[in-house]
């Protein structure tokens, strides 16, 4: 078992930057694929990123591809998602998660572990 914590949330203005960290903690961390998703008010919650477990191998959503870089130190047990050119559209409770499967970590199936979520707003 891991318990995730999120932090680096914040308000930013439209085309800022904001760093996202997950600190894991309880067991290994690289043995875990890690993913961010998000949820807005009143929508679902959304892939927005994976990485695999050695931290070669990422994935984005249409919608960030370009603008957020998922990454992973597991020396130090943390996952990061760096957001820049922020939109307004980008506001929402961003959650990170942990797969221990390895298997479609493109999507929300296989993820075991999740965050309480840190907020990021965007101001027009």
Known sequence: QVQLV??????????GSL??????SGR???I??????RQAPGKEREFVAAINMSGDITYYADSVKGRFTI???????TGY?????LKPEDTALYYCA?????VRIATMTGYVYW???????VSS
């Open 32 to 37: 875990y694929a890690m993913g961010w998703f």
């Open 81 to 85: 998602l760096q957001l820049n050119s």
């Open 28 to 30: 290994t961390f690289s």
């Open 6 to 15: 999120e932090s680096g949330g914040g308000l930013v203005q439209a085309g």
């Open 71 to 77: 990454s992973r130190d597991n020396a130090k047990n």
């Open 115 to 121: 965050g309480q979520g840190t907020q990021v707003t």
């Open 19 to 24: 760093r996202l960290s997950c600190a894991a």
């Open 98 to 102: 942990a797969n221990p499967s390895g």
